[in-house]
């Protein structure tokens, strides 16, 4: 099993970048991929990056793309994501989730039921 902390959630302005982590414990972590996702209230949860074991594979959400970038350092058992440009849009609650690197379907990312491990999310509020 895998436990997920996510941090570095704030209140930036518009048009300013943030980074937020996701910190496991527990073993093995470089054999689970990562997934994030955001949830703003009254919206359905919402698929931004993912990124295989190794970090050759990632994936980005539309809404996302050209904006975020998703990395990991695995000796630190952590992975990234660098968000830049961030609009009003972009405010939410950002999840990180884990999967088995065998068991994740790098062609469908935003399958969350494909992530049995989830974090407890941290904010991220843009203001206009």
């Known amino acids: 099993q895998v436990q997920l902390v996510e941090s570095g959630g704030g209140l930036v302005q518009a048009g300013g970048s943030l980074r937020v982590s996701c910190a496991a414990s527990?073993?093995?972590?470089?054999?689970?991929?990562v997934g994030w996702f955001r949830q703003s209230p009254g919206k359905e949860r919402e698929f931004v990056a993912a990124?295989?074991?190794?970090?050759?594979?990632?994936r980005f959400g539309d809404s996302v793309k050209g904006r975020f970038t998703i990395a990991r350092d695995n000796a630190k058992n952590t992975v990234y994501v660098q968000m830049n440009s961030l609009t009003p849009e972009d405010t939410a609650v950002y999840y990180c989730?884990?999967?088995?690197?065998?068991?994740?379907?790098?062609?469908?990312?935003?399958?969350?039921?494909?992530?049995?491990?989830w974090g407890q999310g941290t904010q991220v509020t843009v203001s206009s």
């Open positions: 989730a884990a999967s088995e690197q065998r068991n994740w379907d790098w062609t469908t990312p935003s399958f969350r039921a494909q992530y049995p491990y």
């Open positions: 527990g073993r093995a972590f470089s054999e689970y991929a």
């Open positions: 990124i295989s074991a190794k970090g050759a594979v990632t």
